[in-house]
């Protein structure tokens, strides 16, 4: 069984900063794919970043301005650095790994951007 425990949401104002971190813990042997998500309120769950194979790829909207990265020493721990927040970028983050063909999903942190 594999879990995903995401942490690192909450409010900030706009222009601010922050950093998710997502751990995974369980029967981990190779994650071969590593990824964001985020699901604001009516919309649909969308691709934020993504790494793998030392690849990192983005959303148009968030490219310049999220970074997306895993701990060399803990292989298990990913995080995503959120910079110039935005109030569009407010949505419920998620984390989600690819294990052989397997997909797993965190239980997801609420970011929200406001003044």
């Known amino acids: 069984q594999v879990r995903l425990v995401e942490s690192g949401g909450g409010l900030v104002q706009p222009g601010g900063s922050l950093r998710l971190s997502c751990a995974a813990s369980?029967?981990?042997?190779?994650?071969?794919?590593r990824r964001w998500y985020r699901q604001a309120p009516g919309q649909q769950r969308e691709l934020v970043a993504g790494?793998?194979?030392?690849?990192?790829?983005y959303a148009d909207s968030v490219k310049g301005r999220f970074t997306i990265s895993r701990d060399n020493a803990k292989n298990t721990v990913m995080y995503l650095q959120m910079d110039t927040l935005r109030p569009e970028d407010t949505a419920v983050y998620y984390c989600?790994?690819?294990?052989?063909?397997?997909?797993?999903w965190g239980q997801g942190t609420q970011v929200t951007v406001s003044s």
């Open positions: 369980g029967s981990i042997f190779s994650i071969n794919r």
């Open positions: 989600n790994i690819r294990i052989g063909i397997t997909n797993y």
């Open positions: 790494i793998s194979d030392g690849t990192t790829n």
